[in-house]
T-cell receptor, first 111, second 116 residues
Framework: AQSVTQLGSHVSVSEGALVLLRCNYS??????LFWYVQYPNQGLQLLLK??????LVKGINGFEAEFKKSETSFHLTKPSAHMSDAAEYFC?????????FGTGTRLKVLA | NAGVTQTPKFRILKIGQSMTLQCTQD?????MYWYRQDPGMGLKLIYY???????DKGEVPNGYNVSRSTTEDFPLRLELAAPSQTSVYFC???????????????FGPGTRLTVL
């Protein structure tokens, strides 16, 4: 069965610390992978997407993700957390037009 | 472009009532989707459409209906509201897959529905 798994429903980091949000996908998920961010009471916004052109993908707001086929992972990182990064993050994978979403990781940034 | 718009933003229904959630996109996207979001559950696909006149069920279609008479509009109908339908509903759209297109979905701001 196709699945996208996000490890850790809640992650807390100190301001300025590394952000690492984990995402693993089943090998049956087609090779379109995305990270979305959702701020409180808003819809989802695209952070970055894997296009198969490069395994390291850079997105908005200093985020990046690395596609590792051997590990079926697409973890999201940011070198230095900012208070404004506090939000919920969703990993998604899909085929031609349908996504499978992970259950989300809520990031808390501590001052 | 306004992108994907949804109305209403909030709604409270009584059990058994009906309502339609409206969704409109102005990007000429072929694909449109309805999701519901429940705490800790991520997004679940309710229905989707690959073009005007074509709709199909997603993961959790029971209790909902959709139609797609135009490219722009994709309303979601709740016929007999139940407390289990209390959720936040998101509409999304994406362009036709093709060269240079990676099927990014664009989301509306959501409708928060409470059924009492």
């Amino acid at each position: 069965a196709q699945s996208v798994t996000q490890l850790g429903s809640h992650v807390s980091v100190s301001e300025g610390a590394l952000v690492l949000l984990r995402c693993n996908y089943s090998s049956s998920v087609p090779p379109y992978l995305f990270w979305y961010v959702q701020y409180p009471n808003q819809g989802l916004q695209l952070l970055l997407k894997y296009t198969s052109a490069a395994t390291l993908v850079k997105g908005i707001n200093g985020f990046e993700a690395e596609f590792k086929k051997s590990e079926t992972s697409f973890h999201l990182t940011k070198p230095s957390a900012h208070m404004s990064d506090a939000a919920e993050y969703f990993c998604a994978g899909g085929g031609a037009y349908k996504y499978i979403f992970g259950t989300g990781t809520r990031l808390k940034v501590l001052a | 472009n306004a992108g994907v718009t949804q109305t209403p933003k909030f709604r409270i229904l009584k059990i058994g009532q009906s309502m339609t959630l409206q969704c409109t996109q102005d990007m000429n996207h072929n694909y449109m989707y309805w999701y519901r979001q429940d705490p800790g559950m991520g997004l679940k696909l309710i229905y989707y459409s690959v073009g005007a006149g074509i709709t199909d069920k997603g993961e959790v279609p029971n209790g909902y209906n959709v139609s797609r008479s135009t490219t722009e509009d994709f309303p979601l109908r709740l016929e007999l509201a139940a407390p289990s339908q209390t959720s936040v509903y998101f509409c999304a759209s994406s362009p036709l897959a093709g060269k240079g297109s990676y099927n990014e979905q664009f989301f509306g701001p959501g409708t928060r529905l409470t059924v009492l």
